[in-house]
Nanobody
């Protein structure tokens, strides 16, 4: 089970850190991806970090603004979001898959419940 938290309302240019904590699975053996979904849009990948094969990615729209990191002691993954823009407004999800990073949501086996991020202009 994954639990996503840390969302909220922030002004343009602000920052938020999302957290993803796992129970029952060990992130040492899983790849963790972040996705987001806005109303009327498909769920899209944001970033990914993998201990399994060392792979990672951040999509171009968030590169240089978002950073993904792991806390191995507490079995958590974080998404640090800086310089937020109104177009970053979405529900953010963390998800886990065995194997390396993938941008396909259907590849992920475990999903958090999502946390709302709203960026005001």
């Amino acid at each position: 089970q994954l639990v996503t938290s840390g969302g909220g309302l922030v002004q343009t240019g602000g920052s938020l850190t999302l957290s993803c904590v796992a129970s029952g699975i060990n992130f040492d053996y899983y790849t963790v991806g972040w996705f987001r979904q806005s109303p009327g849009k498909e769920r899209e990948p944001v970033s990914c970090i993998s201990t399994a094969d060392g792979s990672s990615f951040s999509v171009d729209s968030v590169k240089d603004r978002f950073a993904t990191s792991r806390d191995r002691v507490n079995n958590m993954v974080y998404l640090q979001m800086n310089s937020l823009k109104p177009e970053d407004t979405a529900v953010y999800f963390c998800a886990a898959v065995s194997g390396g990073c993938t941008k396909r949501a259907n590849d992920y086996r475990f999903w958090g419940q999502g946390t709302q991020v709203t960026v005001s202009s």
